[in-house]
DNA sequence: CCAAACATACCCACTAATGGGTATAAGACA
DNA sequence: TGTCTTATACCCATTAGTGGGTATGTTTGG
């Protein structure tokens, strides 16, 4: 997938350069230690891109862009802590100059969506080549968006249709992924940090809105939606 | 966390230091670039490591250990096309000098149990600390296994199970897809005609056979084996 | 005949999950 | 201000499921 404006891969209309003076300044997100310096890795000695920062949760990379005042932040969605559509937003509405692209592994509809709708530019998937990440970053610099091919398609809806009571929200999609995974309620309220009970009322709420609420039925649709891949 | 041999993080019995003539020769497999290009980051100019190839599916992988016959296969498992248990276990029987490290997002209970049962040496989750990775390759390298702190405590069970005891009987197989549909254990009593008795039986014979006794993990098993089609 | 596999069924103790609700706080928006 | 959404949390009653076992009957193959 060579990716890039026009390339059937991403979706960037073309624009005028704007701001060449310099090289992109971008910060990564990201609590995979692996990913941060495989980005790293890709983006080192290219023209035009540099990164002058990492961080590992939603608020660390909040304090950091506003120390360092990035052109784009490369944000991860799950992570422990603040995820990091939560920190899209919050710095979308103090740096509304500043660009946010989403890198993630889920490739579903609802991923995608929500990120849109936490105002970022882009969406790269992380198993793609890596060459993509610096064309998504080149084309939302520009003033386009980026999607990766495989979820470009979900963009053929109205981008401005608000939340509908079929889109789940982060937080019940972490537990419902968690769920799928086989964890029990317990567990789950360990991992996120909350009460047993705020589990039972989240799978009450994911039930309401997909119309399962055995734990199979919840299995399934986290797998054909893409919450989980197996 | 620090890693490495004793250290809490990973399992990992000190053992002599084999074949320590030359760097320990690495091949990663990984469908991911951006994670080729964070673990190549990591342990390039690390002494005692040199990555000798990388593929990206278990076909791939195959060919080049068979052509480099490396000392360490650094393996994901979930690829396109052939995956890398599969690919595991071929070049074991191929090569049983060969050590295999499972490199791996997944945490749970399953993934870690079939690793092991494919012949795995070690399992180390990708967002660990990247030096794990590095420690977990000397590891398993000297003789030793490696698993990351996360999964250790999954190793309580006797790791000598032969796979042959997986195959689910016809009727263990009806049990699997209605639990994967949903139905409650007193709903597949009624459609086969069975006592509640026996089907709490059957899912704990299937448990041991499969080693998922959540529904979740019965459910993706289902669907992974093909009972169940989404 | 014996052993193994399969299907069936039971006991016990305990934990887990569901369905019916209620409620509060915070943030966003008209 | 009022409304809606989201996240959090609680109550109650009930059913569901798990993990530890034990056992019997039937069939098949050596």
Redesign the pocket.
């Known amino acids: 997938m060579s990716g890039g404006t026009g390339n059937g891969g991403g979706i960037s209309p073309s624009g005028p350069e704007s701001g060449a003076e310099g090289p992109i300044r971008t910060i990564l997100v990201d609590d995979h230690p692996l990913v941060l310096e495989g980005v790293q890795s890709c983006l080192d000695g290219l023209d035009g891109i540099e990164i002058v920062g990492t961080a590992s949760d939603g608020a660390e990379a909040i304090d950091l862009a506003d120390r360092l005042m990035p052109d784009i932040m490369l944000v991860d969605v799950n992570m422990p802590g603040m995820n990091g559509l939560d920190a899209t ?2 710095l979308r ?1 103090r740096h509304p100059e500043m660009k946010f692209l989403i890198l993630s592994m889920h490739d579903s509809r609802e991923y995608v969506e929500t990120a849109l709708e936490y105002g970022a530019s882009g969406y790269v998937l992380k198993d793609g080549p890596t060459a993509e990440i610096a064309a998504a970053i080149r084309a939302v610099h520009a003033g386009g968006v980026y999607f990766s091919a495989r979820v470009s398609h979900y963009l053929r809806h109205d981008r401005t249709r ?2 509908s ?1 079929q ?6 999609q ?2 419902l992924l968690l ?1 799928a995974k086989g ?7 360990r991992e ?14 994911i ?1 309401r809105k997909i119309g399962h ?3 199979a039925g ?1 299995t399934r649709y986290a797998i054909e939606s893409g919450i989980l891949s197996l």
């Open positions: 937003e919050i509405e608000s939340r009571t889109t789940l929200t982060t937080r019940e972490s537990v769920v964890r029990s309620n317990k567990e789950i309220a996120l940090d909350i009460s047993i009970r705020t589990v039972e009322t989240h799978r009450k709420n039930k609420s055995s734990t919840l």
